[in-house]
């Protein structure tokens, strides 16, 4: 740069004395630090371009993962769907392709994603709820039939019992006559974050470890172009925690389920690119760009130089990202579409692979057809029509940009050390440190909106007396009964001798140390049902409960 | 009443949203009143169980699962069935405006949805305490 820095700083003092006709009070970042009411080249003095920032496809990768970003190749708009039985996701998903959506989204209900059945008293009330209902093989072959499994690439939510849904869906393929190695998709398989936010564990950490150690190894040999894990940030976020907090708390989670890789004896290289990424995109524009900006150096940073990845894949942070779904309101829920607008743009600003927009109707229910297609347009016109895919990174440069992303990788840095030195991701969790981090700041920003320090569109400013009248998504109340009866008809056409060898194998390797994953594959295609092998499991393994921290 | 409120927060179910209420235990707790928290994955049978150990004056259910329907009216009739139908009733969580009604004619006193501030809780369980 050409000018003096002592120059500008001195000017930079001149102006803020001479100009500034009353002194004005700083805002405070999504972490409470104080924000400069003006960046200059000065907050930029200690960066050095080449080695700070570089090349987008280099590393450190700040600027983006891919040199060409989406010059060369748009991001995937995939938007999280799935309710009611396999047959009523079906027809969804295949609306969803045919009005331009290029990757599915399995949403899974309540009972599959904690592994129990539909007809488990447990499940009442929740089955076909929240997503889907899969009880056995037969639901996964009526979810994807008609789509070719070899041309989409599917994203499946589910955490503990992701071995099992993954072992389905190969079994899906193979009747497809598609091999494995074709297959491309994504499971959550984030059984950490799952203990600190959303709650669907079943088994305790140990025994999770390995279930996913399992699944890495097998993917690497078998499903080599599959994301075997989707470590999140997201529901963390979503639960309280700040920005800085949603990274350095997820990629500690990374961190344990590395190391427990490096340990199962696997090869960092062999596994590291096949790690993918959720975060949560929240309202602050600028700073959620830069801590896309941060995390993607940071991640490159322990890849390379605390795990000693050679391969540059595994050194990138490829994330997917939903805008924020707890950012919305039930009041004047049309306003909820200009914030997920906002939140878009600041995910595509911050260079994601793969984004899902809110729907306005979130607050009050299931979003209807008509709202999720709004998401998607959202997308579209984002990417089509607002030119920010013209230039790769293009808030790159800005002083504010860069002082911030600088700022987001020291602090990161800083609280992930402080995970490290507690002993890392596990005994966080277990003596509750992260869950109680989460709790105290979603209960100090109710108190400020509350108080009023924090202004909420339609909630607590600019109110008008409404009566909200959005047409909502309806549940089908008969859905736990037709799967039920789907159930019952499956145990009694199935060779029950077969699903009894195959669960007894499954208690076996489950007992030894034996890979889980093709005992999976041999006991999903028995037709055994997921409840079934999730209660052999929960005999083995145990199951999690939570520590109080309230 | 001299003793100071009991309240049994908790979440029936299978949802493993708690957000909310956490936020609405610190409320309440800061409110004075004294609040147990059940955890996730409650069924109506322990939550009622657990208010009948505790003594609770309240019972306050999040739910965001879409379960409501179901579970919600579940645990006033067992409720009804132990005789401690005079436990205050209440919900929150993402409950459709549609479904409030008929949820109001099956024991549960008042919804509160996304949005409602703590005092307008807090007031709220005051008031129909103060009825009984």
New interface residues.
């Given amino acids: 740069m050409g000018e003096d820095i002592n120059e500008i700083r001195k000017e930079k003092k001149r102006w803020a004395e001479h100009s500034m006709k009353k002194p004005v009070e700083k805002h405070l970042s999504d972490w409470d630090d104080p924000l400069e009411l003006l960046y200059t080249p000065d907050d930029l003095e200690d960066s050095d371009y080449l080695s700070d920032i570089g090349f987008p496809g280099e590393y450190p990768f700040v600027r983006g993962i891919h040199p060409a970003m989406y010059l060369g190749r748009p991001w995937t708009k995939r938007q999280y769907a799935g309710f009611g039985t396999a047959e009523e996701t079906n027809e969804r998903y295949k609306y969803l392709l045919s009005q331009g959506q290029t990757g599915l989204s399995v949403a899974f209900d309540?009972?599959t994603?904690?592994g129990?059945d539909s007809d488990y008293a447990?499940?009442?009330?929740?089955v076909g709820?929240?997503g889907v209902a899969v009880d056995s093989l037969r639901d996964m072959e009526i979810i994807f039939d008609g789509l070719s499994l070899d041309k989409i690439s599917t994203s499946m939510t589910i955490n503990a019992p992701a071995g099992i849904l993954l072992a389905m869906y190969v079994a899906v393929a193979e009747k497809q006559s598609i091999p494995s190695e074709k297959l491309r998709g994504t499971i959550q398989n984030d059984i950490l974050k799952?203990y600190t936010?959303?709650?669907?564990y079943i088994f305790p950490p140990r025994p999770s470890l390995r279930l996913i150690t399992d699944i890495f190894g097998f993917c690497s040999k078998k499903i080599p172009l599959w994301n075997t894990i989707n470590v999140g940030g997201y529901h963390m976020r979503?639960?309280?925690c700040s920005a800085v907090q949603e990274i350095a708390f997820s990629f500690s989670n990374a961190i344990a389920y590395i190391e427990a890789g490096l340990k199962a004896g696997l090869d960092i290289d062999a596994f590291a690119p096949r790690i993918s990424w959720i975060f949560n995109t929240h309202n602050k524009i600028f700073e959620e760009v830069a801590k896309y900006r941060a995390a993607r150096k940071v991640w490159a940073n322990l890849l390379r130089n605390r795990f000693k990845a050679k391969n540059p894949k595994s050194w990138m942070l490829r994330f997917h990202t939903q805008t924020s779904g707890?950012s919305l309101?039930?009041?004047q829920p049309e306003n909820n579409l200009i914030r997920v607008a906002y939140q878009a743009l600041a995910a595509v600003l911050g260079g994601a692979q793969s984004l899902a927009a809110c729907s306005y109707d979130e607050?009050?229910?299931?979003p209807t057809e008509k709202s999720v297609r709004l998401s998607l347009r959202t997308q579209q016109i984002l990417a089509h029509e607002a030119g920010v895919t013209d230039t790769v990174d293009p808030l790159g440069g800005s002083y504010y940009i860069e002082a911030l992303t600088k700022k987001m990788e020291h602090k990161i840095n800083e609280l992930i050390a402080k995970i490290d030195d507690a002993g890392g991701a596990i005994p966080a969790i277990e003596n509750g440190y992260i869950q109680k981090e989460i709790?105290a700041r979603?209960?100090k920003i109710?108190?400020e909106i509350?108080q009023n320090q924090r202004t909420?569109v339609g909630?607590n400013e600019y109110k008008v007396a409404e009566k909200?009248d959005a047409a909502?998504f309806k549940?089908d109340p008969d859905v736990a009964q037709r799967q039920i009866k789907k159930l019952e008809s499956l145990k009694s056409s199935r060779d029950s001798k077969k699903v009894q060898a195959a669960l007894s194998a499954v208690q076996e390797a489950a007992k030894g140390n034996d890979n889980l994953m093709p005992h999976f594959m041999v006991a999903v295609k028995s037709y055994a049902t997921l409840g079934e092998i999730c209660d052999v499991l929960r005999e083995v393994f145990g199951e999690y409960h939570?520590v109080?921290t309230? | 009443m001299n003793r100071r409120i009991r309240v049994l927060?908790a979440k029936p179910?299978?949802?493993?949203?708690?957000?909310g209420i956490?936020?609405i235990?610190?409320?309440l707790r800061d409110a004075g009143m004294e609040?147990i928290?059940t955890?996730?994955?409650q069924?109506p049978e322990q939550i009622v169980a657990t208010a009948l150990q505790e003594d609770a004056d309240v019972i306050a259910l999040s739910i965001l699962?879409?379960?409501h329907?179901?579970?919600l009216p579940k645990v006033a009739t067992l409720l009804k069935e132990k005789q401690i139908d005079k436990t205050l009733l209440i919900a929150g969580g993402?409950i459709?405006?549609?479904d409030i009604e008929s949820l109001k004619k099956r024991g549960i006193s008042e919804v509160f949805?996304?949005?409602t501030?703590?005092?307008e809780i807090e007031e709220y369980i005051k008031g129909a305490l103060s009825k009984t």
């Avoid at chain 1, 936010?197 to 669907?200: E, H, K, L, P």
């Avoid at chain 1, 607050?363 to 299931?366: E, N, Q, T, V």
């Avoid at chain 2, 179910?13 to 957000?19: E, F, I």
């Fill in positions: 309540l009972p994603q904690i129990y447990i499940s009442e009330g929740e709820k929240v799952e936010a959303r709650g669907t979503e639960a309280g707890v309101t039930a009041q607050a009050l229910a299931i709790e979603a209960y109710q108190r509350e909420i909630v909200v909502l549940a939570a109080g309230v | 927060a179910g299978l949802d493993g949203h708690d957000r956490k936020v235990c610190h409320g609040v928290y955890g996730l994955r069924t699962s879409g379960a329907d179901f579970l993402i459709p405006e549609g949805g996304p949005g501030r703590l005092a």
